[in-house]
Structure formats: structure tokens, C-alpha cells
């Protein structure tokens, strides 16, 4: 057991450590949730629901010392730790614990076929066990804890491995629910690197909900299928804007500008390529520079700052090469660049805006996950949906438009997860809808009643009065296939074909009828 050393990104401080679990011990630790989940699997939906409730409480007590843990560890302004981690998670618990008994309940499933007359069948809903869910650093808090309370919600026991850079808020994840009561040990926290993560695909968990890059995310759905379970993956985005020329310009500009800099453009769901349409073009990319050039960066832990430091060096590096490239490959930077805070040991990007930037360069193929936005020119929304759908990502996208009918008929062929008319990734922080992209922005679902299908087996149920046989039980003989062949002639033939049917299998099926039923 060694230990990890988490420290502030905007001043390099220590904030604290945690233990790292040895790969080797993964194994161990998910047989002890197994140990406690068998009881936690037991309760009643309401009951659970209960405790989700009280954990919503306590948090909403704990509110600020979260928040300003979640912005000293990993750097978001302390406005965007409320606005977009904290606050949601609240709501999503309580959306959980009203919404979920009913979810998860069993559902009689109708049985209106001639044949099966008397059957009764149900779903019912069963925990899969112990899950593993492997966290990323850019929202090491709301990613993370949705995905353990939608798990626990549904019966389910959890290791939760958070980012090597956010372990405390990965750690205070567990707190916030054993302090509502949930049993010591149904959430263990494994701290480490990738190959602890590698561990608990590799371990006895039965599922795995995992959120972070594209390549590991694929190594991350490969070692689970070779297991013979299931994963969710929430990977990478390159999030289109498309501006059509009807848009509330001062609205699109607002939110762009918000969705493409919120949490330093560190979002899997931020903006990264925005398609304007050439009638607004002008007025459009002259409003963004401006409300851009207006973003505060600094200090994080300052109610009025905007842009906090990258998560990390290597991170900053990515993101100015990226821009550097694509400003050598003909690109034209409006505003922003790399930037000294006074009085800070970060590394900032003030927020960038690109244009003159063309499909191929990079910064319009790879994910950036820094604050820049590229814009593009386009000359109508049929090129703006046809270069958006150019891409290998696919987790969201958005419409600006005022003519709703039309957003909503291209949002339809645009190929992503989600779409937003008129905001962008907002939904995140409403639990009711669904999380997730497609193409190589991952596979299935979070959140939403889809996210809590991912926590269970579905298993089948039917019921049969003990005396009933059916008809196509053994023996068999010719009566039994002409009577079989009548039904089918009965129930499913058209309704010139009946008299025949009867005529030629009548006799057969009577006979087949009285023998079930003598039996
Ligand atoms: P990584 O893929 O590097 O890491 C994600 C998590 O996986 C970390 O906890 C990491 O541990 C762990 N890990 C590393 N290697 C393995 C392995 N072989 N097997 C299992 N787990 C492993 O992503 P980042 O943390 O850099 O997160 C950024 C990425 O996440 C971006 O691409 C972003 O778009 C995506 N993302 C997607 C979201 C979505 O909802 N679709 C939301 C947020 C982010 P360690 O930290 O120790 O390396």
C-alpha cells in the first residue's frame, strides 16, 4: 500500500493524501462489498430511497465545505463547483428516491396471445451485485457520485476508483453516503493508477460504468466483454454548435460562450466546434470575441472568476499544441492564449476563439478539452448538420434557432446522444435525462431510467396454474401438429381463411383441447 498526494492546481498546495490500493488486492476488496451488498440488496426500493433522501440532506448541509473542496482539488470556479457538480447531485438524489421505487418495481408484462391464455408473467428488477465505477478528474464529483446513488439505488454495492488527481473529492464520495447510514463498505473507494482500474474490470464486479478517454475506454469495454459482462462507457466529445441564421443571436452567443469555457473547456459535453451560418456570421463571431475578451481567469476559489488553471501541466500542453497547430496550419486566433496569473502557481489558457480553421486540422477532429472554440463558417444548415456529423464523436450537440420545429428536425439527424435546441449540456444536472454518447463517444446509458436499467438484470417471471398443461407438451402425434397448424390458421390467417381452417383442422383441435384439458 503506498500513498497519493493530491494538490491544488492554482497554487500547488498539498491538500491531503489517501491510500492507494495494491492491483493484487482489488479482488479482496470487492468480495468484502459483495459481503455487505447482500444485505443492502434485501431492502425495499422505498427504504433505499430513504436513505438517498437523507444523504440529499446531509449533503445539502455539507454544501459549501463540498464545493470548496471540489474547487480547491481540481480548480473549476467555486461558482461552477455549486452551479454544476454539487447542487445537481442533491436534486439528482431526490429525483432518485421519488422516481426510482417506481422504476425499478416489478411490471406485469401482458400475455394477450391465444395460446397463452391463463400465463401470467412479469419483469422483475434484480441488482447485479458489486459495480465498478472508474471516475475521470474533470468532474471528479457529480460524474461519479451519479453513477454510485443510480447503483445503490438499484441494490447494488460499489468500488468507485476516482482520477489519481481528484482523490479527496473521490474519497468524500463515500462520505456523504455512510454518513446518511448507508452500511460501512457498500461504497469502498480504491485509490491508484490505471491499473487499479484495469484490476476492478478484471475482478468479479458485474458491471462497469466507466467514464474517461476513448482509448481506454475501449480497453475498458474489451476486458469486460471477455468476461462475459457489461460496461457503460461515457467517453470523449467534439460537441457542434450550429447557429442557424433565425437564432436569438445574443442568447447563442451567451450560451456558446458558456458551454464552450465552463470548467476551462475541460468538459467531455463543452463545445468544440461551432458552424455558423454565413447571413450572421459576421455579427455572431464579432459577439462571442467580445463576451469572451469580458471571461474572468484567475483564482478559482473567487466567487466572480470564470476560468480557473488547467487540471494539470501535461493537460495545458495538450490544448497549446493543439491551438499551435492549428494557427500554423492557417487558423486565426481572435483572442486568448496561454496566460500568467499573478500570484499563482497555475497553468491558464484565457479562453481562445479560432477562426479561418477547416475541417481537416486537428483541432477540428481531436478532442481539445481546454477553453478554446473554433468557428466555422458555414454556408447553410444542410453543411452545418453534414460537417457536424463528420466526426467520430458523438456524445452531444446543439441547435440555436428560433423556429422550433425545424431545431427539432435537425436534431434528429444529427448523430450524437444528445441534443440540446437552444442550451448546451445542460442536462447533465437534471437526473431524468438520459447521459451518453455514440460512435466513439461510448456505449449505454446514465442517469435517467435508462441508468438505472444499466443497475440491474432484468429477470423473467411467468406463472402457471400448477394444473394447466399445455397443448404442445409431449405426446406428439399427427392430431396435436394439425391442431397447432389450425390455431395458428385461427389466430394469425386472415379472416377469408377461417372456414377452411376450421373445416380441415376443427376436429384435430377439439380433440387437443379436451385431452389438455382432461389432464
Ligand atoms: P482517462 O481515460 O485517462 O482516465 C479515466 C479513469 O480511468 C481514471 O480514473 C484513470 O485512472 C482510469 N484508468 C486509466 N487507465 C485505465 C485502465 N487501463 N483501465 C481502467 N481504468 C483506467 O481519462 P481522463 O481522466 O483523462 O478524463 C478525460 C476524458 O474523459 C476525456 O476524454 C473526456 O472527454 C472524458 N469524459 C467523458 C465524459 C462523458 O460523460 N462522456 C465526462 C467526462 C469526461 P488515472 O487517473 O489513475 O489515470
Known amino acids: 500500500m ?29 468480495d468484502d462489498v459483495a459481503e455487505v451488498q447482500r444485505f443492502w440488496g434485501e431492502l425495499s426500493l422505498r427504504d433505499r430511497g430513504r436513505y438517498l433522501r437523507r444523504t440529499a440532506d446531509l449533503l445539502a448541509a455539507d454544501l459549501d465545505e463540498v464545493a470548496t473542496l471540489l474547487s480547491r482539488e481540481q480548480g473549476k470556479p467555486i461558482t461552477e463547483a455549486y452551479t454544476m457538480e454539487v447542487v445537481p447531485t442533491i436534486d439528482g438524489l431526490h429525483w432518485l428516491a421519488e422516481e426510482g421505487p417506481e422504476i425499478l418495481d416489478d411490471q406485469p408484462v401482458r400475455m394477450g396471445q391465444g395460446l397463452f391464455i391463463g400465463k401470467r ?23 461519479p457520485f451519479g453513477e454510485v446513488a443510480i447503483a445503490l439505488m438499484a441494490g447494488n454495492g460499489v468500488v468507485l476508483k476516482p482520477a489519481e488527481l481528484t482523490p479527496l473529492i473521490g474519497e468524500r464520495i463515500r462520505v456523504a ?61 467534439k460537441d457542434p454548435a450550429i447557429v442557424c441564421a433565425d437564432a436569438d443571436l445574443q442568447n447563442a452567443i451567451s450560451g456558446i460562450v458558456w458551454a464552450g469555457f465552463a470548467n476551462a473547456g475541460q468538459t467531455c459535453a463543452g463545445i468544440e466546434r461551432v458552424y455558423v451560418v454565413e447571413e450572421v456570421a459576421e455579427r455572431f463571431i464579432s459577439g462571442v470575441v467580445a463576451e469572451t475578451e469580458r471571461l474572468r481567469v484567475g483564482d478559482p476559489s473567487s466567487w466572480d472568476v470564470e476560468v480557473g488553471p488547467m487540471v494539470s501541466t501535461d493537460q495545458h500542453e495538450i490544448v497549446c499544441e493543439l491551438v499551435d497547430d492549428a494557427i500554423a496550419d492557417g487558423a486565426e486566433r481572435r483572442c486568448g492564449g496561454p496566460l500568467e496569473v499573478s500570484g499563482s502557481s497555475g497553468k491558464y489558457i484565457e479562453p481562445t476563439v479560432l477562426t479561418g480553421v477547416s ?107 400448477a394444473r394447466s398443461r399445455d397443448l404442445w407438451w409431449q405426446p406428439y402425434d399427427r392430431t396435436l401438429g394439425e391442431a397447432v397448424r389450425a390455431a395458428a390458421g385461427l389466430l394469425y390467417g386472415g379472416a377469408g381463411s377461417r372456414v377452411k381452417v376450421l373445416r380441415e383442422g376443427g376436429g384435430s383441435l377439439l380433440r387437443t383441447g379436451a385431452k389438455t384439458l382432461r389432464r
Not at 492546481?9 to 476488496?29: C, H, I, M, Y
Not at 475506454?217 to 468476461?227: E, I, L, Q, T
Open 2 to 30: 503506498g500513498t497519493l498526494e493530491s494538490f491544488n492546481p492554482a497554487t500547488g498546495e498539498p491538500l491531503g493524501s489517501v491510500e492507494t490500493t495494491d492491483p493484487g488486492d482489488v479482488q479482496a476488496a470487492v
Open 121 to 143: 408473467a412479469r419483469f422483475a428488477f434484480e441488482p447485479l451485485g458489486v459495480v465498478g465505477v472508474i471516475a475521470p478528474w474533470n468532474y471528479p464529483w457529480s460524474i
Open 177 to 237: 453516503f455512510e454518513k446518511a447510514g448507508v452500511p460501512d463498505g457498500l461504497v469502498r473507494v480504491l485509490h491508484g493508477e490505471g491499473d487499479v482500474g484495469a484490476a476492478i474490470t478484471e475482478s468479479s464486479v458485474r458491471k462497469v460504468f466507466f467514464t474517461g478517454s476513448v482509448e481506454t475506454g475501449y480497453k475498458v469495454g474489451a476486458a469486460c466483454a471477455a468476461r462475459m459482462k457489461g460496461s457503460v462507457l461515457e467517453l470523449g466529445g
Open 359 to 465: 475541417h481537416e486540422m486537428r483541432i477540428m477532429r481531436e478532442e481539445i478539452f481546454g477553453p478554446v472554440l473554433p468557428i466555422v463558417v458555414v454556408a447553410s444548415e444542410e453543411e452545418a448538420i453534414e460537417l457536424a456529423n463528420d466526426s467520430d464523436f458523438g456524445l452531444g450537440a446543439s441547435i440555436w434557432t428560433r423556429d422550433r420545429k425545424k431545431g427539432e428536425r435537425m436534431a434528429r439527424r444529427i448523430e450524437s446522444g444528445m441534443v440540446w435546441i437552444n442550451d448546451h449540456a445542460y442536462s447533465h444536472a437534471a437526473m431524468q435525462c438520459a447521459w451518453g454518447g455514440v460512435k466513439d463517444s461510448g456505449l449505454g446509458r446514465t442517469h435517467s431510467r435508462f441508468g438505472l436499467r444499466e443497475c440491474v438484470e432484468v429477470k423473467n417471471v411467468t406463472w402457471n396454474s
